[in-house]
Antibody, heavy 120, light 107 residues
């Protein structure tokens, strides 16, 4: 069974940092492209970042570029999101999501989500 | 960036109704479109990908159509478990973008 479990969320002050983790199981993580998607309270979905299966190719939404860094450890079946210079508008539930594969960017499995709150 | 516009933003319907949701891309995306269902407090669930391909395990009352800039999600006979919010997503190019969502509510 495919499982994605996020951790590392919480309350952080504006300008602070947080590192999210996503533990994957039930599939070959090292062959899977992965993403982070977020959802502000009561709002819609916003794609945040993409990692190729090797971690060598990364993409970011303009809203987080230069502040967030996606990475992965295929030996540990884990995906990460380092979030720096956090702003109030980064407050959201953050989901890690696996891509369906075959080189197309659809998300077939999602974690349960982890809440990040940026507030003073 | 490709903008995705969904309509309506909400729809009131009854069990058994046929429900249609539309999604328009700001530029052509071929068939690189997905539909997701999200229930309160839950992660989104993939329903349709490549505009019209039904994801494994999804009931056949869900169907998708369209290509280019105009797409449609149809629920042929609404069931109680289908009351939720639905999102489209373009997978043509980065940044990947979602529509604003359509909430299907009880009439």
């Amino acid at each position: 069974e495919v499982q994605l479990v996020e951790s590392g969320g919480g309350l952080v002050h504006p300008g602070g940092s947080l590192r999210l983790s996503c533990a994957a199981s039930g599939f070959t993580f090292s062959s899977s492209e992965m993403n982070w998607v977020r959802q502000a309270p009561g709002k819609g979905l916003e794609w945040v970042s993409y990692s190729s299966s090797s971690g060598s190719i990364m993409y970011y939404a303009d809203s987080v570029k230069g502040r967030f860094t996606i990475s992965r450890d295929n030996a540990k079946n884990s995906l990460y999101l380092q979030m720096n210079s956090l702003r109030a508008e980064d407050t959201a539930i953050y989901y890690c999501a696996r891509e369906l594969g075959r080189g197309v960017y659809y998300f077939d499995y999602w974690g349960q989500g982890i809440l990040v709150t940026v507030s003073s | 960036d490709i903008q995705m516009t969904q309509s309506p933003s909400s729809v009131s319907a009854s069990v058994g109704d046929r429900v249609t949701i539309t999604c328009q891309a700001s530029q052509g995306i071929s068939s690189y479109l997905a539909w997701y269902q999200q229930k309160p407090g839950k992660a989104p669930k993939l329903l349709i990908y490549a505009a019209s391909s039904l994801q494994s395990g999804v009931p056949s009352r869900f169907s998708g159509s369209g290509s280019g800039t105009d797409f449609t999600l149809t629920i042929s006979s609404l069931q109680p478990e289908d009351f939720a919010t639905y999102y489209c997503q373009q997978a043509n190019s980065f940044p990947l973008t979602f529509g604003g969502g359509t909430k299907v509510e009880v009439k």
